[in-house]
């Protein structure tokens, strides 16, 4: 039974991983920096928001640095966002694959999360190490606790990812209704802005959408005792099982349905 199941597990990781590289060369090709730019696009991004609000001198009326700040808060946005939307419509342009009968749904899902969140991962300490080398923000206080907020907010990402894949492959009206859903969450995800910044109803308010907890986990461990966090880890994991559950649920019912072209 073992044998099996590494013989099983092998097979998936080469499937999983050939896809990747289908995605790599369909989505950036081998011209110019070519796969780079998964890490160079959300880099480009970062720097723009802090580049930005420096010149605006947008400082939120606080002492917390403004490149740390939005480092910290625009990261967990395009990590939790680009999942989500790159598994939304993930299945239609790879059908021709599913004639491989080790290819599942569950796979194009899985290999489009891994290089969103390596893209996202590296990014956030590329950048975070060169902005300390350059003295515009200092290293992180709490390493271990800034990587739990972000581990769990890449199982919130996934599983979010998992169920708009799984429901935009059914239904083009909620394709377009997510995308706009992006740009409506994005004030409520606590990217520009401390909860503890917040009047306490609206405190109350955005701390049920599950980001603020990562968001706020994450900004805690890099800035220590210096700010005021209300993060919730245990209702963070709660939601991601939940999360998990519905979007593996949606998959298999998605994977049943798919016909190969």
């Known amino acids: 039974m073992n044998t099996t199941l590494r013989k099983s597990l092998r097979i998936q990781l080469r499937v999983i991983g050939a896809l990747l590289m289908r995605e790599i060369i369909t989505r950036y090709g081998r011209h110019n920096i070519g796969f780079l730019w998964l890490f160079v696009e959300p880099m480009m991004f970062t720097l723009g928001v802090v580049a930005l609000w420096s010149a605006m001198k947008m400082n939120h009326n606080s002492d917390m640095p403004i490149a740390a700040f939005a480092l910290t808060g625009y990261s967990t946005l395009l990590l939790w966002r680009n999942v989500a939307n790159r598994c939304s419509k993930a299945i239609e342009p790879n059908l021709s694959l599913m004639y491989h009968r ?36 200092l290293l992180p ?32 009206t909620f394709d377009r209704i997510w995308h706009v859903a992006t740009y409506l969450l994005f004030p409520l995800s606590g990217a520009a802005f401390m909860v503890d910044w917040l009047p306490i109803i609206a405190q109350k308010v955005v701390l049920w959408f599950p980001m603020v907890h990562g968001t706020e986990m994450i ?18 994991m709660i939601v991601n099982l939940i999360l998990t559950l519905l979007g593996l649920a949606l998959v298999r019912e998605t994977g049943r349905r798919v016909e190969p072209e």
């Open 219 to 236: 900004r805690h461990g890099f800035f220590g005792h210096a700010v005021i966090t209300y993060e919730d880890p245990i209702y963070f």
């Open 141 to 172: 206080n709490d390493v271990m606790l800034m990587m739990e907020g972000w581990l769990l907010l890449i199982w919130f990402s996934a599983a979010l990812g998992l169920i708009v894949g799984a429901i935009s492959e059914r239904s083009e």
């Open 102 to 137: 080790n290819v599942k749904v569950l796979d194009i899902f899985t290999a489009r999360i891994v290089l969103e969140v390596v893209g996202a991962t590296v990014s956030l300490i590329f950048l975070t190490l060169c902005f300390s080398s350059v003295g515009l923000i």
